[in-house]
């Protein structure tokens, strides 16, 4: 893996929790201040980290003909593909998209008028996460194209960042109750059970389908090596799942379900993604410090916010 492959691959995960955590904002104030209230301050955080990403997609500008392979050619493209993925529009796309999710992040934490924002903000963000996720990951191989793939990729955004907010919040020194965060369990797996029917049903509908060049994105990710990581990472879920169903779970068994389904997460991106040779020693240091610098970033947003302690105490 080269230090461009390392770098976008940090940076397709983190801003897959920074977007999601909008997302769980925007539905928490949609929904009821109290359901959001004991991760409000966590999703505030990661979402604030955005500005951090948008250096880091900068940087992956400079580099982008070794991620993306329609950069050096696209005379095998339709005209029309051919057009919108050349570099200088994806570029505009990609700021369009990184600018406007910050400027939700600013507004959305700073408004007095919540569930308005949050109506018109998850109208704005819904086409950004969707068309990011073709541009940044999909158009990895742009002769294969799934009009499911937006939302698969997206539910998934949204389970890392409410599994990473339940995670931080009860790995606090006063947690929030396990009776306050009962709503926020039974969210995370609903979005389990979710995001693994969204990812089976694509694979349903191209198996179903038959075609050569769509069965050609699942023939890439199915030697030994991909198989047992996704393997893994749907492991990973299945026991998630099994510790959350027991309604009303323990403080230790939410822990263990919200660490295991970002973990899935990870996993899955990795084998989505396919980053290109093995992990050498620099790549390995440059994920490493790129996370470090963005746990870094959210901790001092997330002291600098609100705890919003009130609200997460009340009872419903």
């Not at 409000?40 to 993306?68: D, H, N, S, V, Y």
């Not at 198996?207 to 030697?223: F, G, I, Q, T």
């Not at 030994?224 to 169903?245: E, K, Q």
Request: glycine share 8%; aromatic share 10%.
């Amino acid at each position: 893996m080269s230090a461009i492959e390392a770098l976008y691959t940090v940076f397709v995960v983190l801003s897959g929790i920074a977007m999601g955590s909008l997302v769980v904002l925007m539905v928490g104030h949609l929904m009821s201040e109290d359901w959001l209230a004991p991760v409000r301050g966590e999703a505030e955080a990661a979402a604030l980290t955005l500005p951090l990403l948008l250096l880091l997609g900068l940087a992956l500008a400079f580099g982008l003909g070794e991620i993306f392979p329609w950069v050096g050619n696209r005379g095998d493209l339709p005209s029309a593909r051919a057009s919108y993925l050349s570099p200088g529009f994806f570029l505009i796309r990609s700021a369009i998209y990184l600018t406007t999710c910050i400027g939700l992040a600013y507004w959305v934490t700073h408004t007095r008028h919540l569930r308005r924002t949050s109506a018109i903000g998850l109208a704005l963000l819904t086409p950004v996460m969707t068309f990011s996720a073709y541009d940044w990951v999909l158009s990895r191989e742009p002769h294969w194209w799934s009009s499911l793939f937006g939302l698969a990729y997206g539910l998934g955004q949204v389970l890392a960042a409410l599994a990473s907010a339940i995670l931080i919040t009860l790995l606090k020194t006063e947690p929030a109750s396990p009776k306050r965060m009962a709503s926020l369990e039974r969210a995370l797996l609903t979005l389990l059970l979710l995001t693994a029917w969204t990812w089976f049903a694509q694979f349903l509908i191209v198996w179903l389908a038959n075609l050569p060049h769509e069965v050609a994105w699942y023939l890439k990710r199915s030697d030994d090596g991909s198989l047992t990581l996704l393997g893994t990472s749907y492991a990973l879920m299945l026991v998630a799942i099994v510790i959350l169903v027991p309604s009303g779970v323990s403080r230790m068994a939410m822990l263990i379900g919200s660490g295991l389904a970002l973990l899935h997460h990870t996993t899955h991106m990795l084998w989505v993604l396919q980053p290109r040779g093995g992990l050498s020693w620099l790549a390995l240091g440059l994920i490493l410090a790129i996370a470090a610098l963005w746990i870094a970033v959210y901790l001092a947003v997330m002291r600098a916010r609100p705890t919003y302690t009130e609200e997460a105490v009340k009872e419903p």
